[in-house]
């Protein structure tokens, strides 16, 4: 029987899934298993048209907030904890961090399962740091407000220009733009859409929410426009050196080390919690990617596809160390190689105040008005109110149609 | 019949099929995971009041006056440096139309990395002391930006076309002018136009085709952004199609796509045919 997988063009996670597949069709002869990765942002584009036309993969890896069309228009067939080597869905919620199940599963069934989460947190230069006298252990910054504060501190300017950022957040794209704005809007106490379904991230929530990746700007401890141009990879800024503090991913972590080996070896980066408008009120981003399987697969392909999912789920350390993926599962935390990667503890603290990104079939919409939206305000100075109402106009449209 | 039939089975299957399958899409509402839905005309009337789809088709014509504009001049120009004999010209003339042979791709990410504020355009210009432009990142230039590699790419394809004319006038009719006490604009003038005017007609309207069709440079070079400010109107098609499943008005936004284009093909064609009657 083949197997057809699409996964996306990480490549750690392909040489990794590859691995993996090896081992599994070496122990199931019968099973031959066809892999299809396409970059992360295509892998969107090109799966709806698949699975619109018949033509879909078996099983694929996709983004949290990619994942509710097909979830909500049952496109996905349900993967049975009994499958996945749990007594019952409950043991399985039980085995993985509180909340990171629960989204995919529908009248008690689950249709996806999530293989390694993403939360942002923040990365210090820590030479940068101790050069401008500040101490990268006490004198981090915990709000918003601090980070413009010890940005200014952090940033080098020569000729009127700024040539070190003191800080800068990465919106090189729509999904990166969600990855910073949803977090702020939701600690502002707002949500992209509200409970009528509509937009609603032009409410006070929003407009602060913007407001303050404005000041970053106006503030002058960021430019912009120099990494959103051509980034080949997001958050690579950090692993360069030429920001001090930049929020970033777990994969972060791994960029640091294949980009920067000097700064990997020396330790001189550091991992803090996610800065907050308030700090005894946490909230942090949850996004992240999940194994999820075609709905439309035969009921043979299905049974496998599960067992092939249980063997790519298997070993979550070899997810930390291979790909720098944090895998959600509670007995990750105690391994040997969880204890080894840089700053996990505060990576997964960061977790546990996560909320998942927009979820809704609308979900491509929103971020992609959130995207326009922040690059009016930041690259264009647009005021904040006016760059979310017209966002606000866009999604409202979309959602009525 | 039979010498034609490859040509008509292309077009039947590559062309008018997914034409007609639009026409008949753009009437449902289909976002590609469910059963179409029939709704008549309600993804046309509601193209009347969208601001994002005005917005894309006044960037697109503000892209095509920019870039089809100034190709049909300096296509011309080209044409009329590299018609006359020499071997250094030859040369030139093959490096000229590299660009329209080249990869789009390859093109669109090349120029990306030099509109970077950091990028070769900016420290040429800083030579000439203009501080730092931050080409894609601004509202107010990254429409400049694609219309400037737009010109690149298309001024070249142009050129040839003109050139293949200009080698077909007799130069009979300037050495006969000459006698007669004509210079060289004047030969410019009264030749050369008069005889090339078909072929400026198809320069003109294959340019704003052609142009009104591109998508790649702003696809890669800008996304439609910054806040949408290059989101012309085969981007926003595919963004509607692809990204947000909404084939029916996508479908709805290539037909009128499709008229406008058609209308101003006719109207263009009429113009030139009415100024050849005229003369």
Known sequence: MQLVFWGFTLPTQVEYINQLIKEYTAQHPNVSIQVDNVSY??????????????????????????????????NLAAISPQALNYASLDALKEAYLPGTVDPFVKDGKLFALPYYLNTVSLFLNSNDFKEAGLDPDK???????????????????????????????TFVNPVWTQFIFEPLINQAGGATLGPDGKCAMNSPAGVKAMDILASFVRQKVMDPNLSVATAPLPTLDIAKGVTSMETGHPLTVDFIRTNNPAMWESKSFKVVPFPQIDPSKRVTLLSGNVFAINGAASADKVAVAQDFTRHLVSRP??????V????????????????????????????????????????????????????????????????LDQACQEVNRALGS | MAFLAPSLVYFGVFKLYPMTQAALISLFDYDLLSPPRYVGLSNYTSLISDPVFHHAIVSSFSYVLGVAAPVWVLALALALVFNRPGRVRSVFQVLYFVPAVSSIIVAAIVWKFLFH????????????????????????????ALIIAGIWRTVPYFMVIYLASLKGVPTDYYEAAALDGANTWQGFRYITVPLLRPTIALVVVVSVILTLRHFINPMLMTGGGPAGATRVLPLLIYETGFQFSRMGLASAMSMVFFLMVMVFTIVQLRLFHQMGQDR
Not at chain 1, 64 to 70: A, C, N, R, V
Not at chain 1, 345 to 365: C, E, F, H, L, Q
Request: aromatic share 8%; no cysteine; glycine share 8%.
């Open chain 1, 324 to 387: 720098a993926a944090v895998a959600p599962v509670k007995a990750l935390a105690n391994t040997a190689e969880a204890k080894a990667f840089p700053y996990l503890d505060v990576i997964m603290d960061d977790m546990k105040y996560g909320r998942v990104t927009t979820w809704s079939k609308n979900a491509p919409d929103v971020v992609a008005a959130e995207h326009r939206a922040l690059e009016a305000v930041v690259l264009n100075n647009v005021n904040s109110k006016q760059a």
């Open chain 1, 41 to 74: 942002t295509d892998l969107e584009k090109k799966l709806l048209v698949a699975m619109g036309t018949g033509t879909g993969p078996d099983m694929f890896a996709i983004n949290i907030g990619w994942l509710p069309p097909y979830f909500e228009k049952n």
């Open chain 2, 117 to 144: 504020p950091q990028g070769l355009v900016n420290a040429l210009l800083g030579g000439l002391g203009v501080d730092r432009i931050n080409w894609l990142t601004s509202i107010d230039t990254a429409m400049l």
């Open chain 1, 139 to 169: 004198d981090y910054p915990k709000t918003w407000d601090q980070v413009v504060e010890v940005g200014k501190k952090l940033t080098k300017v020569e000729g009127g220009k700024i040539t070190r950022q003191g800080f800068r957040f």
């Open chain 1, 317 to 322: 350390a070899d997810w930390l160390t291979k």
